[in-house]
Antibody
Framework: EVQLLESGGGLVQPGGSLRLSCAAS????????MSWVRQAPGKGLEWVSG????????YYADSVKGRFTISRDNSKNTLDLQMNSLRAEDTALYYC?????????????WGQGTLVTVSS | EIVLTQSPATLSLSPGERATLSCRAS??????LAWYQQKPGQAPRLLIY???NRATGIPARFSGSGSGTDFTLTISSLEPEDFAVYYC?????????FGGGTKVEIK
């Protein structure tokens, strides 16, 4: 059974950093496209960052480029998101999402999310 | 980036009625478009991919159509569990993008 478990969220001051992690089980992470998607309170979905299939190239939304870094730990089967220079507008529930097939960027498995709050 | 515009923002309908949701792309995405359903407190669920293919376990009352820049999600006869927010998403180009969502509410 596929499971995605996010962790690492919390309260952080503007300008601070957090590292999110998504522990994957039931599949090999590098065999699928994986992304982080966020949802600000009461708002819609926003794609943040991801890898396409087994590719090494990370992709980012313009809103986080230069501040966030996505990475995969193949030995632990985890997907991480290092978030630096955090802003109030980064406050959101962050989901880890897995594609349903290879490099297809359609997401059929999602975690429960981890909440990031950026506030002083 | 490719901007996806969904309309209407809110759709007020009764159970049994037909729902028609629209998603328009700022440039052609071919058929690289998906639809998701999200209920309060839950993660999104993939309904339709590649514009018209139902994901595993999705009832036949959900159907998708369109190509290029104009897409439609149709729910042929609304069930009580279908009242939710629906999002479209494109994978034609990076960055991936979502539409702003359409809320289908009970009239």
């Amino acid at each position: 059974e596929v499971q995605l478990l996010e962790s690492g969220g919390g309260l952080v001051q503007p300008g601070g950093s957090l590292r999110l992690s998504c522990a994957a089980s039931g599949f090999t992470l590098t065999s699928y496209s994986m992304s982080w998607v966020r949802q600000a309170p009461g708002k819609g979905l926003e794609w943040v960052s991801g890898f396409s299939g087994s590719g090494e190239t990370p992709y980012y939304a313009d809103s986080v480029k230069g501040r966030f870094t996505i990475s995969r730990d193949n030995s632990k089967n985890t997907l991480d998101l290092q978030m630096n220079s955090l802003r109030a507008e980064d406050t959101a529930l962050y989901y880890c999402a897995k594609s349903f097939s290879g490099s297809y960027n359609w997401f059929d498995s999602w975690g429960q999310g981890t909440l990031v709050t950026v506030s002083s | 980036e490719i901007v996806l515009t969904q309309s209407p923002a809110t759709l007020s309908l009764s159970p049994g009625e037909r729902a028609t949701l629209s998603c328009r792309a700022s440039q052609s995405v071919s058929t690289y478009l998906a639809w998701y359903q999200q209920k309060p407190g839950q993660a999104p669920r993939l309904l339709i991919y590649d514009a018209s293919n139902r994901a595993t376990g999705i009832p036949a009352r959900f159907s998708g159509s369109g190509s290029g820049t104009d897409f439609t999600l149709t729910i042929s006869s609304l069930e009580p569990e279908d009242f939710a927010v629906y999002y479209c998403q494109q994978r034609r180009k990076w960055p991936l993008t979502f539409g702003g969502g359409t809320k289908v509410e009970i009239k």
